[in-house]
């Protein structure tokens, strides 16, 4: 089974012009950077949708993140790889066929086990927001992994239309994997897509919602401290959780949000905890960006993981 797709281009892409591998059989890599453009559609006209040109969108706006990852970065307190020998590849995205539409997800999953599998940490951009449900799939030998979630949405219907896979699921499938311990939902506010019967699942599982508001008054260490120490954690973040000041370009952009540096305090704060095992970012709609901040914060994001977890000691052991 082919898991990925890459064109043949010289002209390609890459984020931050990392070296372009079709290959996961035998990747060598610290880093693996995967595009997800498709989720589970509600209906046919959602098969391609805007989110699915995201993973290029912010491929091409990551030439805007830096002047060179030899620099100098305040964000991040140094050069990206902090003079050590790094490893970061592109993989190009998950394949996918009109003829299976929702057949991409076993690849997808199959792509993140033979990335964990090369001891690389991955990092996907989507897409919708149903791409994390064969990613955490794909960690099921990682447990037990907390699921810390940035988003407006709580994420925990059933069923849309019958569908169980879609962007309205993820933290719904995600409670029923064995492998998942605690949840955190950070940024929720609004009505955060939650019916009675969401928002019962969810408190009844036991998930930490932290509103956006919750966090700007408590601060991002007093959310860091609720998460346990030593653990296994993986990180979504859904765009419209952030201010739309930061990324605007959403779907349903909701007033209020998470900023960019809580955001960047939380990836630091959780690869200090103990040991990020992955994440992503998803639901960006290009044609809505302005003057592409919204990929460029994605980009900024994927950054600041990778250089946090070069100075934490993730790689080269």
């Not at 830096?66 to 998950?94: A, E, K, N, T, W």
């Not at 959780?241 to 605007?248: C, R």
Request: charged content about 25%.
């Amino acid at each position: 089974m082919t898991a990925l797709t890459v064109p043949p281009r010289r002209d390609y892409q890459t984020f931050m012009d990392f070296p372009l591998t079709g290959s996961l059989d035998d990747l060598s890599a610290d880093v693996a950077i995967v595009g997800m453009p498709y989720g589970d559609p509600y209906a046919i006209d959602e098969l391609v949708n805007e989110q699915s040109r995201a993973p290029a969108a912010v491929r091409r706006a990551s030439m805007r993140l830096s002047l060179g990852i030899d620099h100098y970065d305040f964000d991040i307190g140094g050069p990206l790889f902090d003079g050590r020998d790094i490893r970061v590849v592109d993989v190009g995205d998950v394949a996918a066929s009109a003829a299976d539409h929702v057949g991409h997800y076993g690849r997808a999953e199959e792509a993140i086990r033979k990335i964990l599998a090369a001891g690389a940490l991955p990092i996907a951009i989507g897409g919708d927001h149903g791409i994390p449900i064969p990613i955490l799939r794909a960690l099921d030998d990682r447990g037990p992994v907390t699921l810390v979630q940035i988003d407006a949405h709580i994420d925990w219907r059933d069923e849309v239309k019958g569908v169980r896979g879609g962007y309205s699921s993820p933290i719904r499938r995600a409670s029923e994997m064995k492998h998942i311990g605690e949840i955190f939902q950070l940024g929720i506010r609004g009505q955060g897509s939650a019916r009675m019967e969401e928002y019962q699942a969810a408190i009844d599982y036991g998930a930490h919602i932290i509103t956006a508001d919750e966090w700007e008054d408590v601060g991002t260490k007093a959310i860091l401290d609720r998460i346990p120490d030593g653990g296994r954690y993986y990180l979504t973040v859904d765009a419209d959780g952030f201010d739309p000041a930061v990324m605007p370009a959403v779907g349903g952009p909701q007033p209020g949000g998470v900023r960019y540096r809580q955001a960047v305090d939380l990836i630091k704060g959780l690869v200090a905890k103990g040991r990020v095992v992955g994440m992503d970012i998803v639901e960006i709609m290009p044609a809505r960006d302005v003057n592409e901040i919204s990929s460029i914060t994605a980009g900024h994001l994927i950054f600041n993981l990778i250089g946090a977890a070069v100075r934490a000691g993730y790689f080269g052991k």
